[in-house]
């Protein structure tokens, strides 16, 4: 099981879980929420619950197939890896990225939002209600298209390497997390996925600069390959900044699919029945608290601008290590954004 544990690479599996609570729990605070009592039911915990382990399963897979295809670039990268050293051989890693699939996906089929709440209701409810199943399988495709050279393996190519990472990892994440409470129909989950997304076009190159070695006898054209460490370094520097600076933003933009701009609301205000009517009013397009979405997006951006001052004092220091502090602090900011943003829609 060991060996199994190491293929999965549990550490990487804290953030999307982290991402997939944060995301319902944004969904269960917002005005989007279709339940009209707004409770914390077993029905919906079950729901959440389920999910975030698909969500596990899903990302354990992922890993797994990456290091299938990246196989000779690992003998230099990560020699440690168990398909590397030999303590897993590869028909034993396909089979084990096969059932973690398997477990990722097909459960997702029962995360159906109110007011189906039996799991006999939530199983027959009509297809257009299982939103977080083809959220699911656009990010399985996504593994596939980034590792797979059939799929056209975009891990090799400079840009669409970080796109195919950003899109399922920041984006469809938080959208996934908010379609286990309420539907993906509004603007406000991909408002927020959008801004995990963008920072993730730039902070998934930071481990990049530490893997040259290996990249370019695999040829994999990365950012750094391409354009030389301090070129790259300033290129990605940007996207630890700006995109927090949406969080406020978004908190104070008119959603435009709302009602009159007139009496702008900034939370769920307006009821009938204590039902939420989304259209009854203008509101802001994140509808979380309005202070704590400003100080967040203001946070992250000081903490971005730090690591970014961690990445250009020195960017030949990135390639010296391979767990840069820099590294960490992507990391750790995507989980504090997640905390974050399930704290504003609590508040």
């Avoid at 990302?59 to 295809?69: D, R």
């Avoid at 700006?242 to 104070?252: D, N, S, T």
């Avoid at 001052?309 to 992507?330: F, K, Q």
Wanted: glycine share 8%.
């Amino acid at each position: 099981m060991k060996k199994y544990i190491h293929l999965a690479r549990p550490f990487t599996l804290l953030p999307p879980l982290l991402g997939i609570i944060s995301g319902a729990i944004c969904a269960w605070g917002s005005i989007h929420n279709p339940d009209p009592s707004r409770a914390v039911t077993l029905p919906v915990i079950l729901t959440i619950v389920l999910g975030s382990l698909c969500a596990s399963f899903l990302n354990a897979a992922n890993n797994a197939l990456n290091q299938i295809y990246d196989l000779e670039i690992d003998r230099i990268n990560k020699p440690g890896r168990p398909l590397v050293t030999g303590e897993l051989s590869l028909r034993q890693g396909w089979i084990a990225t096969w059932i973690w699939y398997g477990l990722g996906i097909f459960p997702t089929w029962l995360v159906v939002v109110y007011p189906f709440n039996s799991w006999s209701q939530k199983l027959l409810a009509p297809l257009p209600y299982h939103e977080c199943l083809f959220i699911y399988l656009a990010a399985f495709l996504s593994t596939f298209i980034y590792s797979v050279p059939a799929f056209g393996r975009t891990k090799q190519r400079t840009f669409g390497a970080n796109i195919t990472i950003a899109i399922p990892r920041g984006c469809l994440l938080k959208v996934a997390g908010w379609s286990m409470v309420a539907h993906v129909s509004s603007i406000e989950p991909w408002f927020i996925g959008s801004i995990f997304m963008l920072f993730l076009l730039g902070a998934a190159s930071t481990k990049d600069f530490s893997d040259i070695a290996g990249d370019r006898a695999g040829g994999c054209r990365t950012l750094p390959i391409r354009y030389g460490v301090r070129k790259a370094a300033w290129m990605i520097a940007p996207f630890f900044i700006f995109p927090w600076l949406l969080i406020p933003l978004g908190a104070r933009m008119t959603d435009p699919m709302s009602g009159p701009a007139s009496d702008t609301l900034s939370h769920h205000a307006i009821q009938v029945d204590g039902r939420p009517l989304p259209g009854a009013r203008a509101h802001a397009i994140l509808t979380g608290n309005q202070t704590a979405l400003t100080l967040l997006g203001i946070g992250l951006a000081i903490w971005g601008a730090y690591t970014v001052w961690l990445i250009v004092r020195n960017p030949d220091e990135l390639t010296a290590t391979e767990n840069h502090p820099s590294w960490r602090h992507m990391y750790l900011m995507m989980m504090a954004a997640q905390v974050g943003f399930a704290v504003a829609y609590i508040v």
